[in-house]
Nanobody
Framework: VQLQASGGGLVQAGASLSLSCAVS?????????LGWFRQAPGKEREFVSA????????HYADSVKGRFTISRDNAKKTVHLQMDSLKPADTAVYYC?????????????????WGQGTEVTVSS
């Protein structure tokens, strides 16, 4: 199974970006809990958002709550992160992630699969 993230870029504060992650492989996409993490320079990788297997439940870090929206398309095997009202503090490399255990999608140490990362830079 592979995760391929895309959509990063350089934007000004207040702008929006949409990240996407395509999941390929033999295992059924619906068996995965999916999420996004980010890692800023010199900092540890941190949880950003997660979504349940059906998409009915979502979770966000306090720092992005109300600004970011996670969604998934089980037919297209993709997960998306809509990022609005971006701040310079959101600058980081963003990684999509997959797990088969619910609790594992919240911790970078327990994630099963990682995408390659896509860079987001927000200028002030």
């Amino acid at each position: 199974v592979q995760l391929q993230a895309s959509g990063g870029g350089l934007v000004q504060a207040g702008a929006s970006l949409s990240l996407s992650c395509a999941v390929s492989g033999e295992r059924s996409f619906r068996t995965y809990y999916l999420g996004w993490f980010r890692q800023a320079p010199g900092k540890e990788r941190e949880f950003v958002s997660a979504i349940s297997r059906t998409g009915s439940s979502t979770h966000y870090a306090d720092s992005v709550k109300g600004r970011f929206t996670i969604s998934r398309d089980n037919a297209k095997k993709t997960v998306h992160l809509q990022m609005d009202s971006l701040k310079p503090a959101d600058t980081a490399v963003y990684y999509c992630a997959a797990a088969t255990i619910y609790s594992a999608i919240f911790s970078p140490d327990q994630v099963l699969l990682w995408g390659q990362g896509t860079e987001v830079t927000v200028s002030s």
